[in-house]
């Protein structure tokens, strides 16, 4: 297993068709089949990753007015048409003969192109998602004063709505099944909706605290698995039950028949059978004081992220690992190829105050040098400008943070201003966080030498 070094303020892995993207501030990285990462062509803060409807596309949309596809390792880049420069996204689903493309031009509502029979119909929703098509209907959730599902004909009218009274309603949505999560005052439920059938087709109460959203379900033979807050819970096809009442799940992702499952303060992944009641094969475990918070999956190749143990705050020094599922059944132990950091950390003091100093090594690797000086970075602001609990340097700290690259010369202009870009991005991450110290903002100063 292969773990990376990463920075934990706003790093995830995008999964794209059979790919794996590795989104790391402005870079993006391409994971491959033998689990290394490549650094992409294009390193702007406004590129978006989008699946389209051909599985092996990756399209990135880019302020510079260009349209970049993937197809495999085949790369085109084309002009972009003049009206596509605001669009934030654009999601194409297909149902048979029908294809649905989901379109956002912040602030104003989605808009939904219809395409039928070469006809293509927009359709403007304020706060609503397009959930899915069915032969001759559409359903949609509103989310207005009420929380409602509603099933338009072809023509685009209503033929049935149905209504949640509750103050809060979070869902997820898994082929034709909506897994809903609904409270009013201090009494919370939980539900599976068929849109086809139209109706709810499982009912639970729920205890789940802190509900900000209902976590992708994901499916393995006849079982669904979904959490909301701290609680998780499981589809058979016939009833709903809570699972695993004693521990948390921190994150999950469904394989052809086993589940991989991660728990709040456990280091440890493991692999469970699709009832949920058993172990199987080997635990994934990185290095120790990292444990997991997000898994997910591409075919037979696996990623998680580490983060250190006890933390419950995004940021630091991140592990991102690697695997596929034969390592977990092999009779070889799992080995964990801890990538070796390519910079150094010390405190300077001034007095009985400090600052920090951090020498990057040169690095041939261009995307190794910028994912781990973004990590080296966030780590620095958050073991001591961040103010949390668990900070017991901040009182000191002066605010200030130097950065010495050597090797400078193996840089391009333009990769040194990237560099510099993305480290102010980590900073900007903090609300540009200021010294208890001096009371002035964080700063941030960068070498090349």
Same mark, same amino acid.
């Given at each position: 297993?292969?773990?990376?070094?990463?920075?934990?303020?706003?790093?995830?892995?995008?999964?794209?068709?059979?790919?794996?993207?590795?989104?790391?501030?402005?870079?993006?990285?391409?994971?491959?089949?033998?689990?290394?990462?490549?650094?992409?062509?294009?390193?702007?803060?406004?590129?978006?990753?989008?699946?389209?409807?051909?599985?092996?596309?990756?399209?990135?949309?880019?302020?510079?007015?260009?349209?970049?596809?993937?197809?495999?390792?085949?790369?085109?880049?084309?002009?972009?048409?003049?009206?596509?420069?605001?669009?934030?996204?654009?999601?194409?689903?297909?149902?048979?003969?029908?294809?649905?493309?989901?379109?956002?031009?912040?602030?104003?509502?989605?808009?939904?192109?219809?395409?039928?029979?070469?006809?293509?119909?927009?359709?403007?929703?304020?706060?609503?998602?397009?959930?899915?098509?069915?032969?001759?209907?559409?359903?949609?959730?509103?989310?207005?004063?009420?929380?409602?599902?509603?099933?338009?004909?072809?023509?685009?009218?209503?033929?049935?709505?149905?209504?949640?009274?509750?103050?809060?309603?979070?869902?997820?949505?898994?082929?034709?099944?909506?897994?809903?999560?609904?409270?009013?005052?201090?009494?919370?439920?939980?539900?599976?909706?068929?849109?086809?059938?139209?109706?709810?087709?499982?009912?639970?109460?729920?205890?789940?605290?802190?509900?900000?959203?209902?976590?992708?379900?994901?499916?393995?033979?006849?079982?669904?698995?979904?959490?909301?807050?701290?609680?998780?819970?499981?589809?058979?096809?016939?009833? #709903?039950? &809570?699972?695993?009442?004693?521990?948390?799940?921190?994150? /999950? $992702? +469904?394989?052809?028949? =086993?589940?991989? *499952? !991660?728990?709040?303060?456990?280091?440890?992944?493991?692999?469970?059978?699709?009832?949920?009641?058993?172990?199987?094969?080997?635990?994934?475990?990185?290095?120790?004081?990292?444990?997991?918070?997000?898994?997910?999956?591409?075919?037979?190749?696996?990623?998680?992220?580490?983060?250190?143990?006890?933390?419950?705050?995004?940021?630091?020094?991140?592990?991102?690992?690697?695997?596929?599922?034969?390592?977990?059944?092999?009779?070889?132990?799992?080995?964990? #190829?801890? &990538?070796?950091?390519?910079?150094?950390?010390?405190?300077? /003091? $001034? +007095?009985?105050?400090? =600052?920090?100093? *951090? !020498?990057?090594?040169?690095?041939?690797?261009?995307?190794?040098?910028?994912?781990?000086?973004?990590?080296?970075?966030?780590?620095?602001?958050?073991?001591?400008?961040?103010?949390?609990?668990?900070?017991?340097?901040?009182?000191?700290?002066?605010?200030?943070?130097?950065?010495?690259?050597?090797?400078?010369?193996?840089?391009?202009?333009?990769?040194?201003?990237?560099?510099?870009?993305?480290?102010?991005?980590?900073?900007?991450?903090?609300?540009?966080?200021?010294?208890?110290?001096?009371?002035?903002?964080?700063?941030?100063?960068?070498?090349?030498?």
């Amino acid at each position: 297993m292969n773990l990376f070094a990463v920075s934990g303020s706003h790093t995830y892995p995008q999964v794209v068709g059979s790919c794996f993207y590795l989104k790391s501030f402005y870079y993006y990285y391409r994971v491959d089949g033998g689990q290394e990462l490549h650094l992409t062509e294009f390193t702007k803060e406004d590129i978006r990753i989008f699946k389209h409807d051909t599985d092996d596309v990756a399209i990135y949309y880019k302020e510079a007015n260009l349209l970049a596809t993937f197809v495999g390792d085949r790369k085109s880049v084309v002009p972009k048409q003049e009206a596509d420069i605001f669009i934030d996204s654009r999601e194409t689903k297909s149902f048979g003969d029908c294809s649905v493309s989901v379109e956002s031009r912040f602030p104003d509502p989605n808009v939904y192109l219809f395409k039928t029979a070469n006809e293509l119909t927009p359709c403007t929703f304020a706060t609503s998602w397009f959930l899915l098509a069915v032969i001759d209907c559409f359903y949609f959730f509103y989310d207005y004063s009420v929380h409602e599902v509603v099933k338009l004909n072809k023509d685009f009218n209503e033929v049935a709505r149905k209504s949640f009274k509750s103050t809060w309603t979070k869902f997820s949505q898994l082929d034709n099944l909506l897994f809903i999560y609904t409270r009013s005052g201090t009494h919370g439920d939980v539900a599976v909706f068929d849109l086809e059938r139209f109706d709810s087709i499982a009912a639970l109460p729920s205890e789940a605290k802190s509900v900000s959203i209902v976590v992708q379900p994901e499916r393995v033979d006849d079982s669904v698995l979904f959490s909301c807050g701290d609680k998780s819970y499981c589809w058979d096809g016939n009833a #709903l039950r &809570e699972t695993f009442t004693d521990k948390p799940v921190a994150a /999950y $992702v +469904g394989k052809s028949n =086993f589940y991989y *499952i !991660a728990f709040k303060n456990d280091p440890n992944i493991y692999a469970y059978d699709s009832n949920l009641d058993r172990t199987v094969g080997k635990k994934i475990s990185a290095s120790v004081g990292f444990m997991p918070a997000r898994i997910a999956a591409v075919n037979d190749l696996n990623c998680a992220i580490f983060r250190p143990v006890g933390s419950r705050e995004i940021g630091g020094l991140t592990y991102f690992a690697t695997w596929k599922d034969d390592e977990l059944f092999s009779e070889l132990d799992i080995d964990c #190829l801890l &990538e070796p950091l390519i910079y150094s950390e010390e405190k300077i /003091y $001034v +007095g009985e105050y400090f =600052f920090v100093k *951090i !020498a990057m090594q040169g690095c041939d690797e261009y995307g190794t040098l910028a994912r781990q000086m973004m990590a080296a970075v966030d780590d620095a602001m958050f073991k001591y400008a961040f103010t949390g609990e668990q900070n017991i340097y901040s009182d000191k700290f002066l605010g200030k943070i130097e950065v010495d690259v050597e090797k400078s010369e193996l840089l391009s202009s333009r990769q040194q201003k990237e560099l510099k870009d993305a480290c102010k991005e980590v900073f900007r991450f903090y609300m540009y966080a200021t010294s208890k110290v001096t009371g002035k903002a964080c700063s941030l100063k960068m070498n090349f030498i």
